[in-house]
Nanobody, 125 residues
Framework: QVQLVESGGGLVQAGGSLRLSCAAS?????????MGWFRRAPGKEREFVGA????????YYADSVKGRFTISRDNAKNTVYLQMNSLKPEDTAVYYC?????????????????WGQGTQVTVSS
């Protein structure tokens, strides 16, 4: 079993930045894995934000966040980060990290095996 714990959410003004963390425990992250970030805004479906393939650190982003958000990792801490810059009110959502045991398709939430509890990000205008 893998446990994922997100942190770093909060309230920020438009144009500001936040960094979310997702710490994995229970199993060492394997090169087969992919770590994804998703978000759910009020009244909307959960949507893909970005993902990192552990094997080579390749990253993938939704068009809505490309150029503003960056995913990185810290191997020693089994932690993935989502650096969010130039935040907009429409980025307001609960953000979730997720782990996919056999990295294949990154964009669909059904492909992920483990999920964190989520952390709230609120961007005020």
């Amino acid at each position: 079993q893998v446990q994922l714990v997100e942190s770093g959410g909060g309230l920020v003004q438009a144009g500001g930045s936040l960094r979310l963390s997702c710490a994995a425990s229970g199993r060492t992250v394997s090169n087969n894995y992919a770590m994804g970030w998703f978000r759910r805004a009020p009244g909307k479906e959960r949507e893909f934000v970005g993902a990192l393939r552990w094997f080579d650190s390749n990253t993938y982003y939704a068009d809505s966040v490309k150029g503003r958000f960056t995913i990185s990792r810290d191997n020693a801490k089994n932690t993935v980060y989502l650096q969010m810059n130039s935040l907009k009110p429409e980025d307001t959502a609960v953000y979730y990290c997720a782990l996919q045991q056999y990295a294949s398709s990154y964009y669909r939430d059904s492909e992920y095996d483990y999920w964190g509890q989520g952390t709230q990000v609120t961007v005020s205008s």
